[in-house]
């Protein structure tokens, strides 16, 4: 086993939350990791990335090679776009968040950056606010866009579900089933998803 | 046993907490602030009541860590790579006294400039100072060898380095820990003018530097740091030093590398091994992150040898951290291709944060400087340079700590009347004050706003050393009470901080504007712990 994973997103949208639950996981599955995250100035509210490498051997490099992403794990659509060059063209998928996180003064038209990602071969686009706020808090989006990659993971749901608890359990039961609900909703869509797709 | 997941400077921390260690010493700075932190956070360095306040500055740092080593504790002392600059004085000198208790000196180096201003490499510093640097290339490594640079550093009387770099500070991975050491208890040199460096004293611990470099060398062997793998297909040597092995490593998934390599991670390197790599190939291929420095040896001034291939024939671009695609395009292997990047992504650089003070500091700083010519602030290093950007477009350098004050001087003294340096609070600690005292005792006409944040922001919001004595500091150094302001950024004081900075603008000598209000981030942080324990105290 081995998937290599670019998380995507804005410095404070959570992507070492995500980093953290799929490492738990893995760990628990007894798999190596590696783990590259962006700490210092970037958090500031610009473009962060995260280099997380799951495999049953030893992993060698903290990054990831140019076109042998397995997974770009994006919560927010146009960073996903950054990351294109290091996705495997035979292989990758991309999952990403529709909802826009507009800090610059020339962000693109959201419906060019979904156009792009659209005319990828293996994709997943979530409106993952509405779906976090369904569940009861628009905090939890990142969990929703984890759940909408689940699929594709390699790893055993209940690994992520056991990930959050662990992780969460400390700030109360109520974190802990709002996070849940969160991965269940994003894994259910990228099912029905999935089966559209092969109708 | 289990394996910890940790960062690269983590598994730094618990490995010097593992050795022994009685004392850490330090000025945050990105890549290496995790260090620290890692050992202000451990119960275990508590139980053992390890020092870990932070300093001043890297100067300070590294003489304190000197001082606890002088009196036989271990000490380590951790920085990123310009802050190595501040502490070179020191850092330098500590080669010559030797050092007592163990005395590791962590350097994190940032190549490509993710956080700094340049890409320096530290390992020349270990270089210039004669001294052993170890180099990891994992974290189970940076564990393993921060263990051993305390034992080096002991065995041999000699300050020991430890070089990271971004990739492996800031990157998780399992590391197996090993038994705790017991701590130094307090002793003193059995020569008591060890550190001293009169000229008589110091040329005879310069020769017992210099005849340690022998077995300096010979230690890389021994240790197992520096091996020379066997390879059959001998049309290319490979010497791989720090996580440059990793990316090697990456390129051959079932690790079948036909060439000899050598795999370095700890300095000076033996003449022997590179020799017996060197005889057998036909040509050889270096990696290593930084500057080229094992191949520039190599190679030597007159390059008449075998082929070298690396950064200074451009096989690897000069400038830039390495990765997995560049070494194998050194390898001459073909590479992959993801998707190209689409032509509408655009760059979105990190700003201040909603809130931040800094935005009301420079937005009535900007007014007020409408009615002179542009080109007027000399700024400093911190969230603040972020002003640098639109809409704010504030500042007009950013060169070293400390330098705002200094350069807004010699600014002032070429002309440019009114100057302004914009500091931060930490930075003016940390490298500031003497240059305000050069500004007092020259009357030069500059008006330095001091962004009072409580916090040193741009790396996490780490303890200010000058909390709370700020003005005390500023009056102390003779700025006259009348020029000593203190206003509060906020967007409603707009107006009345307009003018304070037009009226200190228009004063001739030095005035110090101090807008305080605290760190946004560290406001929200401290808001949600009270909350929590709020909570607690309820349930």
């Known amino acids: ?199 | 046993m289990d394996k910890l997941l940790l960062l690269g400077d983590e598994a730094v921390a618990l490995g010097a907490i593992d050795a022994g260690l009685s004392g850490v010493y330090a000025y945050p700075g990105t890549p290496s602030t995790e260090i620290t932190e890692y050992i202000q956070a451990s119960k275990e360095a508590k139980e053992r009541h390890i020092v870990s306040d932070w300093s001043a500055n890297e100067k300070t740092a590294m003489e304190t860590a000197i001082g606890m080593s002088y009196a036989g504790k271990k000490a380590m002392v951790c920085m990123k790579h310009v802050g190595l600059n501040v502490a070179a004085d020191a850092f330098v000198n500590s080669a010559i006294t030797g050092a007592h208790g163990g005395l590791v000196v962590v350097s994190a180096d940032d190549p490509s400039m993710h956080s700094s201003q340049n890409e320096q490499d530290s390992r020349f510093y270990g270089k210039f100072a004669q001294i052993p640097v170890l180099e990891p290339s994992n974290q189970q490594e940076a564990y393993d060898l921060t263990r051993y640079a305390f034992d080096l550093s002991e065995k041999y009387g000699t300050p020991v380095m430890v070089r990271l770099t971004t990739r492996l500070s800031h990157s998780r991975a399992g590391v197996v820990r090993k038994e705790t050491k017991a701590q130094n208890r307090m002793s003193l040199p059995s020569d008591l003018k060890q550190f001293i460096l009169l000229p008589s004293i110091a040329r005879k611990r310069y020769n017992v530097l210099l005849a340690k470099q022998e077995a300096f060398s010979e230690e890389g062997i021994q240790s197992g740091n520096n091996v020379l793998y066997e390879g059959s297909d001998k049309s290319m040597g490979i010497i791989a030093s720090g996580i440059a092995y990793n990316y090697l490593l990456e390129n051959f998934p079932d690790r079948d590398i036909p060439y000899p390599i050598l795999k370095i991670s700890q300095y000076p390197v033996s003449r022997k091994l590179i020799k017996n790599l060197y005889d057998q190939v036909e040509s050889l291929l270096i990696l290593e992150e930084g500057y080229p420095i094992i191949e520039e040896g190599l190679r030597g001034t007159l390059d008449e040898g075998k082929t070298i291939r690396g950064r200074m024939d451009e096989t690897i671009s000069f400038a830039g951290e390495l990765n997995p695609m560049k070494v194998k395009k050194a390898l001459g292997m073909q590479t992959n291709e993801g998707y190209t990047v689409p032509e509408i992504l655009e760059a979105r650089p990190p700003l201040l944060c909603d809130g931040c003070p800094h935005w009301d500091s420079f937005g009535a700083l900007n007014e007020a400087l409408k009615s002179y010519s542009g080109g007027r602030v000399l700024s400093d290093i911190g969230c603040y340079t972020l002003s640098a950007l639109p809409p704010l477009d504030s500042i007009n350098s950013c060169v070293d700590m400390g330098a705002s004050i200094t350069m807004a001087i010699g600014a002032a003294e070429a002309g440019l009347v009114p100057a302004v340096a914009a500091i931060g609070d930490s930075t003016f600690t940390h490298s500031g004050m003497t240059g305000l005292l050069d500004a007092v005792n020259r009357k030069a006409p500059i008006t330095v706003l001091l962004m009072d944040n409580a916090t040193t922001g741009m790396t996490g919001g780490q303890d200010s050393s000058g909390f709370g004595k700020l003005e005390d500091i500023i009056l102390g150094l003779g700025v006259e009470k009348d020029h000593l302001k203190i206003i509060t950024p906020l967007r409603r004081h707009h107006d009345e901080n307009v003018a304070v900075f037009k009226e200190e603008l228009a004063y001739e000598g030095v005035s110090v504007i101090i807008a305080r209000r605290e760190c946004i981030q560290t406001l929200a942080r401290r808001m949600k712990l009270k909350h929590a324990k709020k909570e607690e105290t309820v349930s």
């Open chain 1, 1 to 199: 086993m081995k998937k290599d994973i670019i998380l995507a997103g804005v410095g404070g949208q959570g992507i070492l939350t995500i980093a953290t639950i799929i490492g738990t996981a893995a760990l628990s599955e007894g798999l190596q990791l590696k783990q590259a995250e962006v700490h210092g100035m970037s958090q500031r509210g610009g473009d962060v990335q995260s280099h997380l490498r799951l495999s049953s051997k030893s992993i060698a490099s903290d990054l990831i090679a140019e076109g042998s992403a397995d997974m770009i794990i994006s919560v927010e659509p146009m960073e996903s776009l950054r990351y294109f060059n290091m996705l495997n063209t035979k292989t990758g998928w991309l999952v990403s968040s529709i909802n826009p996180f507009n800090n610059i003064a020339n962000y693109p038209d959201v419906e060019q950056i979904l156009a792009e990602i659209w005319k990828l071969p293996r994709y997943v686009t979530i409106d993952a606010d509405k779906i976090a706020k369904d569940q009861g808090t628009v905090k939890a989006a990142n969990i929703v866009v984890l759940g909408a990659a689940a699929p594709f993971l390699g790893l055993q749901y209940t690994s992520l579900e056991g990930a959050i608890k662990k992780i969460f359990g400390r700030k109360g039961e109520f974190l802990v089933n709002v996070n849940l609900n969160a991965l269940k909703a994003g894994y259910d869509f990228a099912q029905q998803k999935m089966q559209k797709s092969t109708i």
